[in-house]
């Protein structure tokens, strides 16, 4: 009994000796910087919460604003996020989506073909192409399957913004909105209006829209210049 106490006593000052000396070239080695560096410092750059358990992410990006991006897969949550990057090295969590079970691995590329890129743009306009006009504006791809071209995105962008029916309909817009700032001095939503909303300047804008443009035949700007609240700008 005697004999093992001696040798537990000798092993454990054996151990307490190396971690001492380990200790203390771990502290040497660590605050020392490698040959042309500085002082080695590291900060939390990724701050958002990403949910349970990252598995995998890739760099990319995203947004096209030049700035990597992250796209990150946790694992136990079954979600993929994306963080944007605003190019010094810290990122933002901006969308989380829901995926299948135990999601592993992501991978970046450009998936939108052309056709797909000119219908979001025409459901974004809120205007409906013809078949001969979505196939030109897809044509301007030429045989690619991808939207890599920047050129020709631009070019699609160009002649969906000059749509004759999107600019008679941004016109319609602005105009209706002219009645409300030139002849009642405020904004659509602003008192007097009933209920505060837009319900008033949706209604004159249908009404414009119906008659393509024509507010003389929609009755519109005769309907502001005998409204009493016009009327009652310039006396009781
Ligand atoms: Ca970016």
Known sequence: M?????????????????????????????????????????????????????????????????????????????????????????????????????????????????????????????????????ASLINEFGTANNTADTAARARVIRRVAENPTLAQLEYNRAFVLMQYFGYLRRNPNDPPEPGLNFDGYNFWLTKLNQFNGNFVNADMVKAFIVSSEYRGRFGP
């Not at 760099?59 to 136990?76: C, E, H, R, S, W």
């Not at 979600?79 to 592993?104: C, E, H, K, M, Y």
């Open 2 to 134: 005697k004999y093992l106490s001696k040798r537990t006593t000798a092993i454990f000052l054996c151990v307490a000796a190396l971690a001492i000396v380990s200790l203390w070239h771990f502290s040497e080695r660590a605050s020392k910087a490698a040959p042309g560096c500085a002082t080695p410092s590291f900060a939390v750059v990724v701050s958002p919460n990403i949910n349970n358990s990252l598995n995998a992410l890739a760099l990319g990006d995203l947004n096209g604003d030049t700035k990597p991006d992250l796209v990150v897969a946790n694992y136990y949550s079954d979600q993929v996020s994306i963080l944007t990057g605003n190019g010094a090295g810290n990122f933002t969590l901006s969308s989380t989506t829901t995926t299948g079970q135990r999601p592993s691995a992501v991978l970046l590329g450009d998936c939108t073909t052309p056709a797909q890129f000119v219908d979001a743009l025409f459901l974004n306009a809120g205007v409906s192409p013809t078949d001969s006009e979505r």
